[in-house]
Each structure stands twice: as C-alpha cells, then as structure tokens.
C-alpha cells in the first residue's frame, strides 16, 4: 500500500494498468471518446495525424460504416424533403390564394399603345356590353362536349389540375421552354387570377385554385363559368356573344357542328376563325369532331353526317380602338400581333403596353397632308398616305381613312398604273446583258397604246421615258424583258398581292397593290436592294412588365445588288422636277407617279404618288369606294402628278427635311448610260461642235448630285468585273463617244454585289 504525503491515515490506491486506464469502463469511454474526435477530424477534412499519442486513425471497417450511415441518413433526409415540401407548398398555397368569382373572370385590363417616342396613341378598353352570361343549362349538352373534346376530356373525372401536364410544363420551363397541359378549371384560373406567365410559381397558384375551386363549386359550374368568361375572337366575351358573333343566333340554337366549331377556336381565335384561315379552321373542327367520336359523344352516323359549317361575314370590332384615323393603326397592330404568336386574349387581358414605330410628328403630317389634299374636293374621294423608314422597315406615318373602324385604303389593292414602271427597269437591269437607262426605243404611239398628254417621244432612252412616263417605251421593255422577270422583280422588292399571269401590260400596272405595300418596295430601292419586312410594333410587354417581343436591329434580306438599285434610283431623279414636285430643301429624291385610266374615255379611276430619299419613301393614294372615275371639284380629271403628288410633296417636305440634305450614293452606270438631254430631244442626236475647237464628248458620268464631270467614263466601271476596255474609238467630235455595255449575270435568284 502506498501513502501520499498529508495523508492522516492509510487509504487504498487501485493499481494502474499499463495503458494507463483506471478501470475497464473509463478505457471503454476513453475510446467513445476518441472516435466521436476521430469524426469531428474527418468532418473537418482529415484523420487526426499520429502525432497524438491518445488517438489512432479509424480503421478500414470503420470508415466504411461511417460512410454507410452518412449516405443512409442523406438519402432519408432528402426523401423526406421531397415528400414534405409539396405538401408544405400546397398548404400555404391553400391558406392564401383566394378562388375568383365569376365577375372577376371578366375583369379586363386596358391596353395602351404608344407613338416610337413614348406617347399615347391609344388607350383600349375591351368592349363588356356583348357579354351576355347564360346558365350552362342553356348551351346544349353536344355543344359543352365539344368544348370537352377539344380543352379537356377528363374534366369531369380530374381534380381539377392534371399532374403529368404541371410535370411537363415544369420540365419543359427548365430546360428553357414553355407550356404544359391544362385542364379546364386550370384554364379558368389562367384566365381570371394568375395570368398565363410561363413560370413555375404561376403553375403551383394556378393548380392551387384549380383545386379550390373544384371543392368550391360543381363541375356544371365550373364550365359554366368557364364558357361565360373566355375570348372567342371577333369581340365575343362568352358563348352567347360567341353564337351571335359567328351564327347570328343564340346559344340554344347552336347544332353539334357549330359548336365544335366554336370549341376549336378557344386556343387561338386569331388563326383559327375561318374568316382568317378556313383551312387551319377546318382541321381544327376536325380535331374536335374526332375527339367527341372517341369519346362516344356522338356515334358513326353523326359524324359522317355533320359538316363544317357557315358563318357570318366578320365584322370589324372597335375593341376600344380609336373612330378616327388611329383607329386603323390599331387595327394593324392587332393584326401584327397575331402574326407574332400574340393572342387576341392576351391583347384583352393582359393589359400590354404596345409601342409602335409610327413617328408621331410625321403620322400628324401625313394626316394634315391628306386632308389638305380633299380639302374642298368631292366627298367620295378617299385617300391613303404610308411612310417607312428605308433602314429599319418600320412604318412612321400611317394612314387609312378617317374612319377608324372603316375601310383602311392603306390596304386595299388597286391597280398600280405607271409607278410599277420602276420594277420594269429594275428587270432590265437584272438581264444578261443588262439593259441599262441608256437604251433608246421608239416612244411614239401605237394601235391600241397611247400616252398621255405631254408623255410622246419619237425616241428616247428609258432614263428619258421614265422621267415623262411614256407608255410605249415601258411597254416595249416589258415585252423583251419579259413579263413573268418585272413581276418577280416587284416580288424581290417587296409587293406581295398576287401577280399571277402577268402580260407585258404589267409594265403599265394593271395588277393591285396597296399603299403599304408600294411604300415597302420603293424602301427596298432607295436601302440599295435591301429588303425589310414593314412593321408598326416595336415592343410589346404585359401590365406585370414580361417582355413578350422586342423587334431586333436587322440586316434585312438583300434581294437585288446595291449597284443596280442605286441604277433604278438613277431613272426616277428627274420625275418629280419634271412634274412640278421637287421638295424644297432636298437635295435628291427618286420618284413616280401613277394613273389608272377608267373605261370611261378620258377619265381615270386611281391616282398614286410614290417616292423616296435615303431617309423616308411614301406613298399616296387617291380613289373612290366604287372604283368610279376621280374627278377633282371643278370635275378636271385626277392623275398622279396633281391630287396625290400634291399631298405626296406637302409631307416629304417636312418628313425628308434633313440639314445638310442626304444624298444616294455615287451612281455607276450598268450597261448603256442615260443621255443628258432633256426629255423629247433624241438622245442620239449628234452633237454640233464649234468651228474653231474640238468638241469633248457629251455623254459622262455624274456624281451624287447629278452634275456632269469631267473625262470620258471608264467602261470598265460599268461593272468591275467587266473584261478590259475596247480600244479606242477613232469618232470625230460629231460621233457620240463609245460606251461599254456591262454584261453582268446578276440575277433575282443570284445575285451580284
């Protein structure tokens, strides 16, 4: 026995092991001890190093059971969270999102639509007053399976969501994509509460309600609300307003067929009418008809007998727009909409905010113009004004017509007359070899073809002919160009209206075009061949600020090369001088008028003024509803130099007014250049020189500005990749110089630069 100092008596002292443990229960929780350290090292990044004398690394066994408990317990805890959170989201979605009344179903949002700067052209309140509701006993029982057929087939055995469509839109919206079934109480939410943006958050409140409101309300009245709330295109809020929109009756009188028809417009009422696409209408009716026999809604027999059915004439709904001359840029944009991918019910019910490209100082000019032009005239005159930036193809004027949810003249086709004459020459120029301006035909007139008054030549080249309009020449060229090449010529610049089996007549414009569509070409030109599809939106976002589209810089579509533009652009400088119309403060501005001649002797039915500069390219208009004969107040007949060249020049001359004044870029001639004599005088008259000094040749080059310079033109410049210049000629100062005809095997299908 040992004793330690201090001690008043003898006391026990255990024996210490060799390892230094007290007893056999201190050693065991000595080595807890070291293990729980052990896990707190490894947790940290790293056993305990054997420096420490207490510890010792883990063995193999054990690290491979701490291993097994560590996936053990992240497995069990990420099964848990994955099957609480759903149900965590769904009961606080449950506890706030309230279920909308049918009122709110129809509560829609204004949109506005704005000037390029920002302005307010008009505010749009969707019209209520043809919202009629009906109770769902009312629309016949074929009708409400048909809108089953084609929405939702499950909809009376379904809790009101369909949990594979909310997992597509969800695996869809993260890869980068939109969309995902939905069933028919779901498209009621969409439509009345939480709005259709494509994220998950709106799918989880959508399925949310959905469910609510199939615990809230029976099925019957579920779709019944749902039919009295949706858009079915024309302006028709609800089915009744929908039955009377498209069949002129009521709901109750609606057969199987009409009503599949109405159930195929739902999606998209825009593409779907068939007043816009009766064969997208028909396969999407269809559609349906086949889903209601799949669902043994209606037997063989019933479908084999039914037909698609008619409708009546669409009318063209206000929606809110605007009664004046706005009101056809509203409607325009409506329709560009469409063709964006943006519905008629998003336009009721999201409240977008549209911003166009209309310049609100020009679309003031543009108005003013026009009613300066009728100003005093006839009442059963219309007119038309359109102006498109050549760079951008955005639209910044645009006028259809006073009455806004009249006729837009902006858009209705009319023969072109003589401002097709351009295309002609640009055809010529495309050929092999070319046809350039300095070609020289006989002017004079023919059995069955005039020219009007002031337009005769005996010869003249087509620079010439273009500039006093002469018929005969245009004619001519047509005929050796072809037909069939000056209306694909028209096609490459941007007319679009059929121009099905063209005659050389087509030279004289005796297919239609519209307002738009002539200002959308002659951009073409003045851009140096550069075709930009014309357009009235530039963006467009959602009252919540979704961005749905915003127009990108473009580089266009080049349709023809930039050398034979600025040639075409070449034969149309003098137009406007020749008429009385030059424009004040411009430098340059390339120009054509057009006269549409009536059937009745000496009169004409359609009057058009067409034009551009490097900035602006308008178009104006004038005519009648009944395509009669256009006489002015004191009954002078209208041509296209007086009426619309007049309102043609009171608006490029502010719209074109730049300082310094844009000019075209140089001008290299292709093929034969343009003689500079004045029209009526034979461009291949010789020139007499003076006795004493030798004459320099007459026919050179000009700049920019039109001036003549100095030195005999290059022939080689008349196309780079023309061979080497003849040699030169030996003609005296009376022999017109030698010029090089470009053979260029430029194309409408390929190209040159």
Same mark, same amino acid.
Not at 566 to 589: C, F, I, K, W
Not at 636 to 645: E, H, K, L, Q
Not at 656 to 666: L, N, T, V, Y
């Given at each position: 026995?040992?004793?330690?100092?201090?001690?008043?008596?003898?006391?026990?002292?255990?024996?210490?092991?060799?390892?230094?443990?007290?007893?056999?229960?201190?050693?065991?929780?000595? #080595? &807890? @001890?070291? +293990? /729980? *350290?052990? !896990?707190?090292?490894?947790?940290? $990044? %790293?056993?305990?190093?054997?420096?420490?004398?207490?510890?010792?690394?883990?063995?193999?066994?054990? #690290? &491979? @059971?701490? +291993? /097994? *408990?560590? !996936?053990?317990?992240?497995?069990? $805890? %990420?099964?848990?969270?994955?099957?609480?959170?759903?149900?965590?989201?769904?009961?606080?979605?449950?506890?706030?999102?309230?279920?909308?009344?049918?009122?709110?179903?129809?509560?829609?949002?204004?949109?506005?639509?704005?000037?390029?700067?920002?302005?307010?052209?008009?505010?749009?309140?969707?019209?209520?007053?043809?919202?009629?509701?009906?109770?769902?006993?009312?629309?016949?029982?074929?009708?409400?399976?048909?809108?089953?057929?084609?929405?939702?087939?499950?909809?009376?055995?379904?809790?009101?969501?369909?949990?594979?469509?909310?997992?597509?839109?969800?695996?869809?919206?993260?890869?980068?994509?939109?969309?995902?079934?939905?069933?028919?109480?779901?498209?009621?939410?969409?439509?009345?509460?939480?709005?259709?943006?494509?994220?998950?958050?709106?799918?989880?409140?959508?399925?949310?309600?959905?469910?609510?409101?199939?615990?809230?309300?029976?099925?019957?009245?579920?779709?019944?609300?749902?039919?009295?709330?949706?858009?079915?295109?024309?302006?028709?809020?609800?089915?009744?307003?929908?039955?009377?929109?498209?069949?002129?009756?009521?709901?109750?009188?609606?057969?199987?067929?009409?009503?599949?028809?109405?159930?195929?417009?739902?999606?998209?009422?825009?593409?779907?009418?068939?007043?816009?696409?009766?064969?997208?209408?028909?396969?999407?009716?269809?559609?349906?008809?086949?889903?209601?026999?799949?669902?043994?809604?209606?037997?063989?027999?019933?479908?084999?007998?039914?037909?698609?059915?008619?409708?009546?004439?669409?009318?063209?709904?206000?929606?809110?727009?605007?009664?004046?001359?706005?009101?056809?840029?509203?409607?325009?944009?409506?329709?560009?909409?469409?063709?964006?991918?943006?519905?008629?019910?998003?336009?009721?019910?999201?409240?977008?905010?549209?911003?166009?490209?209309?310049?609100?100082?020009?679309?003031?000019?543009?108005?003013?113009?026009?009613?300066?032009?009728?100003?005093?005239?006839?009442?059963?005159?219309?007119?038309?004004?359109?102006?498109?930036?050549?760079?951008?193809?955005?639209?910044?004027?645009?006028?259809?017509?006073?009455?806004?949810?009249?006729?837009?003249?902006?858009?209705?086709?009319?023969?072109?007359?003589?401002?097709?004459?351009?295309?002609?020459?640009?055809?010529?120029?495309?050929?092999?070899?070319?046809?350039?301006?300095?070609?020289?035909?006989?002017?004079?007139?023919?059995?069955?073809?005039?020219?009007?008054?002031?337009?005769?030549?005996?010869?003249?080249?087509?620079?010439?002919?273009?500039?006093?309009?002469?018929?005969?020449?245009?004619?001519?060229?047509?005929?050796?160009?072809?037909?069939?090449?000056?209306?694909?010529?028209?096609?490459?610049?941007?007319?679009?209206?059929?121009?099905?089996?063209?005659?050389?007549?087509?030279?004289?414009?005796?297919?239609?075009?519209?307002?738009?569509?002539?200002?959308?070409?002659?951009?073409?030109?003045?851009?140096?061949?550069?075709?930009?599809?014309?357009?009235?939106?530039?963006?467009?976002?959602?009252?919540?600020?979704?961005?749905?589209?915003?127009?990108?810089?473009?580089?266009?579509?080049?349709?023809?090369?930039?050398?034979?533009?600025?040639?075409?652009?070449?034969?149309?400088?003098?137009?406007?001088?020749?008429?009385?119309?030059?424009?004040?403060?411009?430098?340059?501005?390339?120009?054509?008028?057009?006269?549409?001649?009536?059937?009745?002797?000496?009169?004409?039915?359609?009057?058009?003024?067409?034009?551009?500069?490097?900035?602006?390219?308008?178009?104006?208009?004038?005519?009648?509803?009944?395509?009669?004969?256009?006489?002015?107040?004191?009954?002078?007949?209208?041509?296209?130099?007086?009426?619309?060249?007049?309102?043609?020049?009171?608006?490029?001359?502010?719209?074109?007014?730049?300082?310094?004044?844009?000019?075209?870029?140089?001008?290299?001639?292709?093929?034969?250049?343009?003689?500079?004599?004045?029209?009526?005088?034979?461009?291949?008259?010789?020139?007499?020189?003076?006795?004493?000094?030798?004459?320099?040749?007459?026919?050179?080059?000009?700049?920019?500005?039109?001036?003549?310079?100095?030195?005999?033109?290059?022939?080689?410049?008349?196309?780079?990749?023309?061979?080497?210049?003849?040699?030169?000629?030996?003609?005296?100062?009376?022999?017109?110089?030698?010029?090089?005809?470009?053979?260029?095997?430029?194309?409408?299908?390929?190209?040159?630069?």
């Amino acid at each position: 026995m040992r004793t330690r100092a201090g001690d008043t008596g003898p006391r026990r002292i255990a024996p210490e092991s060799s390892d230094g443990a007290d007893t056999p229960a201190a050693r065991a929780g000595k #080595r &807890r @001890a070291s +293990r /729980r *350290r052990g !896990i707190v090292e490894t947790l940290r $990044g %790293g056993f305990r190093r054997s420096s420490s004398q207490h510890l010792r690394p883990l063995s193999t066994d054990e #690290r &491979r @059971a701490l +291993r /097994r *408990r560590r !996936i053990k317990w992240s497995i069990i $805890g %990420g099964v848990a969270t994955l099957a609480l959170a759903p149900v965590l989201l769904f009961v606080v979605g449950y506890l706030i999102f309230s279920v909308p009344t049918p009122d709110e179903a129809v509560n829609n949002q204004v949109a506005l639509v704005s000037y390029d700067d920002g302005s307010q052209l008009a505010r749009l309140v969707p019209e209520q007053g043809n919202r009629v509701k009906v109770p769902v006993d009312r629309i016949p029982v074929q009708v409400r399976q048909a809108v089953l057929a084609a929405e939702d087939r499950t909809f009376y055995s379904n809790p009101g969501f369909d949990l594979t469509g909310i997992l597509r839109a969800a695996w869809n919206q993260m890869r980068g994509g939109v969309g995902g079934g939905s069933t028919i109480s779901q498209q009621y939410v969409k439509t009345t509460l939480v709005g259709d943006e494509a994220t998950l958050f709106r799918k989880w409140k959508e399925m949310i309600v959905s469910v609510k409101i199939n615990q809230e309300r029976s099925k019957d009245e579920i779709l019944g609300d749902y039919l009295n709330a949706i858009y079915f295109g024309r302006g028709a809020y609800g089915i009744q307003a929908a039955s009377q929109a498209y069949f002129g009756r009521n709901v109750e009188q609606l057969t199987v067929s009409d009503g599949a028809l109405l159930a195929g417009l739902i999606q998209s009422p825009s593409r779907w009418d068939p007043a816009i696409d009766p064969a997208k209408s028909l396969q999407r009716w269809q559609f349906v008809i086949d889903g209601m026999a799949s669902q043994g809604w209606i037997t063989a027999a019933d479908k084999a007998q039914v037909r698609f059915p008619e409708t009546v004439a669409r009318k063209v709904v206000g929606g809110g727009a605007p009664g004046d001359s706005r009101g056809h840029v509203v409607n325009s944009v409506r329709d560009e909409l469409g063709a964006l991918g943006i519905t008629d019910q998003e336009f009721s019910q999201e409240g977008l905010r549209i911003t166009t490209t209309i310049d609100p100082r020009r679309q003031q000019q543009a108005v003013d113009a026009a009613h300066a032009g009728l100003a005093g005239q006839p009442d059963n005159l219309r007119s038309a004004v359109v102006a498109i930036d050549p760079s951008t193809g955005g639209i910044t004027a645009y006028y259809g017509g006073d009455n806004g949810v009249g006729l837009d003249y902006a858009r209705v086709r009319k023969q072109a007359g003589s401002t097709f004459k351009p295309f002609v020459v640009l055809a010529a120029l495309m050929q092999d070899p070319p046809i350039g301006l300095g070609e020289v035909f006989d002017g004079k007139p023919v059995r069955g073809l005039r020219n009007s008054d002031g337009a005769d030549c005996d010869r003249c080249d087509l620079k010439q002919a273009m500039t006093i309009s002469n018929n005969v020449v245009f004619n001519s060229l047509s005929k050796k160009v072809g037909p069939q090449k000056v209306a694909d010529a028209a096609r490459a610049a941007g007319i679009t209206s059929p121009l099905t089996d063209p005659d050389e007549r087509i030279a004289l414009g005796n297919k239609e075009v519209t307002p738009l569509e002539l200002a959308s070409a002659y951009a073409t030109i003045a851009d140096g061949g550069v075709y930009r599809v014309p357009h009235l939106i530039s963006k467009v976002v959602t009252s919540d600020g979704r961005v749905l589209y915003e127009a990108q810089p473009s580089d266009g579509e080049r349709r023809f090369p930039e050398r034979v533009a600025r040639n075409v652009t070449e034969a149309m400088l003098d137009v406007a001088g020749n008429d009385g119309l030059s424009l004040p403060g411009v430098r340059q501005v390339a120009a054509k008028t057009g006269t549409v001649q009536s059937h009745f002797d000496g009169q004409n039915n359609d009057a058009w003024m067409s034009g551009f500069t490097p900035e602006v390219a308008a178009t104006v208009w004038i005519g009648t509803d009944m395509n009669t004969p256009i006489r002015t107040a004191d009954g002078t007949p209208i041509s296209g130099g007086s009426v619309p060249g007049a309102v043609w020049r009171d608006f490029m001359t502010d719209a074109a007014r730049q300082d310094p004044p844009p000019a075209f870029a140089p001008y290299h001639a292709i093929g034969e250049p343009p003689s500079d004599k004045p029209p009526g005088v034979d461009p291949e008259t010789p020139v007499t020189s003076a006795p004493a000094t030798s004459a320099a040749p007459t026919t050179a080059p000009t700049d920019v500005s039109g001036v003549p310079t100095t030195g005999p033109p290059d022939p080689r410049a008349a196309d780079p990749r023309a061979g080497d210049p003849a040699p030169p000629g030996t003609a005296g100062p009376s022999t017109p110089p030698a010029t090089t005809t470009t053979r260029s095997t430029c194309t409408l299908a390929d190209p040159c630069g």
